[in-house]
């Protein structure tokens, strides 16, 4: 095997000036290194990546922290099984912004029951806190020990083992909570992009009697659409929400929550709500499922839209409405931060929210073909109030749908 001291022989010069050539330093003649070129080129000389690593105390490599989703069937074929999913996306971003600087991208799944067992339960709500026992740190802190640095999904680890994590190597948290302290967040703008989407609903469509089918309570772009939601319809003389339900980000779980809304307003002949908000597109594609299997027209009968604009959700019929949130974007850009804070790891942590693309199509009442893409403005979301107000029940609440129900063939978290 060739080795530096057979290119340093063959070119006449020490083995620090081949190296200072392999890593692209000034500091050697153009002739010079133009010599250790020729020789490692005669000499067939492959650099070992694992040393030169070690070197320069770098490993050129990035983490990517995803989801393995548990209880799907062996041969269920669902929208979230494809390729089309959040993490997929996010990969090829920073795939996309690695691949010229040489850099490799090491890609995990930790399972969703793992995931699950790291937050207690509060009541009937999942996922009110992290357990101070959490599952999924011990694989996090071997990854680390791996990679320069670290993208997780948001909603993948406990905000402890974040703060851990994060004082061990960069982090980057994709699609996080805007409100996360001491760890960078790129995130799509879902407040402005739910505000605009279910303003046009609401405004320029006049449906004012909403069902909202929400997100899991661990995901912070769902709080945020969910808030959003509302504040259209506090700001809209007439509107009102008369019902929701916690969906978990699938198909599956937005089937249950439209069959969940059917039971509660009397079936179809009862008084429906004119219009559905549904958190992602993957639970909206469910929700018309359900409604056409119930002979609900929509949106003569009952409008629709969802968040994400997915492919499938142009294969539908009727086409969702929607918001584009830039996934592969997200991924680039978070990517970006996280090779800033490796070379700079004392920078301040940072909140970056890329504008999200309301797009219009047929679901919400507009007329059939009709595709228009129209950029949101960037709206300032109002803080939270502190204490937080006791709300008013809705007048009719479906129970939401619990990872402890019958989810057997519905994954968790996809996006």
């Not at 046009?200 to 945020?224: Q, Y």
């Amino acid at each position: 095997m060739v080795t530096l001291y057979d290119v340093a022989r063959q070119a006449g010069v020490s083995i620090a000036t081949v190296s200072r050539v392999l890593h692209g330093q000034e500091s050697v003649r153009e002739t010079t290194s133009a010599r250790v070129r020729a020789a490692i080129e005669e000499l067939g000389y492959v650099p070992d990546g694992a040393a030169q690593s070690l070197a320069r105390n770098r490993k050129d490599v990035i983490g990517l922290v995803c989801v393995e989703h548990t209880g799907l069937n062996p041969n269920q074929y669902d929208i979230e099984s494809m390729s089309l999913l959040f993490y997929d996306e996010v990969m090829r971003g920073a795939e996309a912004l690695i691949r010229d600087r040489h850099w490799s991208l090491l890609i995990t799944y930790l399972r969703e029951d793992e995931i699950l067992a790291g937050y207690v339960r509060d009541g009937d709500q999942a996922g009110a806190g992290p357990r101070e026992d959490e599952p999924v740190l011990p694989r996090l802190l071997t990854l680390s020990g791996k990679v320069d640095g670290l993208l997780i999904g948001e909603g993948v680890v406990p905000t402890t083992a974040l703060a851990r994590l994060a004082r061990r190597l960069p982090v980057v948290v994709v699609a996080g909570d805007p409100a996360l302290r001491g760890v960078d967040v790129v995130a799509a703008d879902n407040w402005s992009g739910a505000y605009a989407l279910v303003s046009h609903l609401v405004i320029d469509h006049g449906r004012r009697r909403l069902f909202h089918v929400d997100g899991p309570e661990t995901a912070p772009d769902a709080k945020t659409r969910r808030l959003a939601t509302q504040a259209v319809i506090d700001a809209q003389p007439g509107a009102s929400l008369v019902g929701a339900c916690s969906g978990r980000f699938s198909v599956r779980s937005g089937e249950a929550a439209a069959e969940r809304m059917l039971a509660d307003f009397g079936g179809p002949g009862g008084e429906l709500p004119d219009g559905i908000v549904c958190s992602n597109d993957q639970m909206a594609i469910g929700v018309l499922r359900t409604l056409t299997a119930h002979s609900i027209r929509v949106p003569d009968d009952i409008a629709l839209i969802g968040f994400d604009d997915i492919y499938p959700a142009t294969l539908c019929d009727p086409p969702l409405t929607t918001v584009n949130q830039p996934i592969r974007s997200i991924g680039e850009r978070a990517c970006e931060r996280l090779i800033e804070r490796i070379a700079h790891p004392t920078l301040r942590p940072s909140v970056e929210l890329l504008p999200t693309e309301l797009v219009i199509r047929s679901s919400c009442g507009c007329p059939p073909g009709m595709v228009l893409r129209k950029p949101v403005e960037t709206m300032v979301a109002p803080a939270p109030p502190c204490p937080p107000k006791q709300q008013q029940p809705v007048a009719r609440r479906a129970p939401a749908i619990l990872p402890n129900q019958d989810t057997a063939n519905d994954p968790i978290k996809e996006r």
